[in-house]
């Protein structure tokens, strides 16, 4: 919320600040639903402890938008925040992943 308050309150309108809280409490609240899906659908020899912080992040609210938007939305927004934010080939990873649960 600090976050949130102090980084984007300035450039946001009260809808988008209340879709933001929406999309990151209702993810952080089904994480514990979310963290086998991605497990089961990583190499055999990973665990999720593997991969970094923003590739969790991102993995974790794509499975949640895909309850509010289209699957192929949620991946190919999934994969542009990856391909700004995370390493390199991170992109094919998580497309991956998003892809390959039903």
């Known amino acids: 919320m600090n976050y949130l308050n102090e980084c984007y309150k300035p450039r946001m309108d009260e809808r988008e600040i209340e879709l933001c809280k929406e999309i ?27 991969l970094s912080m923003m590739e969790k992040a991102i993995l974790y ?15 190919n927004q999934a994969v542009e925040l990856a391909k700004k934010y995370c390493d390199e080939d991170a992109y094919k990873f998580i497309n991956g992943v998003l892809g390959a649960i039903g």
């Open 24 to 50: 990151v409490f209702n993810t952080i609240e089904r994480i514990d639903e979310y963290v086998p899906l991605i497990e089961k659908n990583l190499k055999k020899s990973w665990s999720i402890d593997r």
């Open 61 to 75: 609210v794509a499975i949640y938008e895909r309850n509010e938007v289209s699957k192929e939305i949620s991946i």
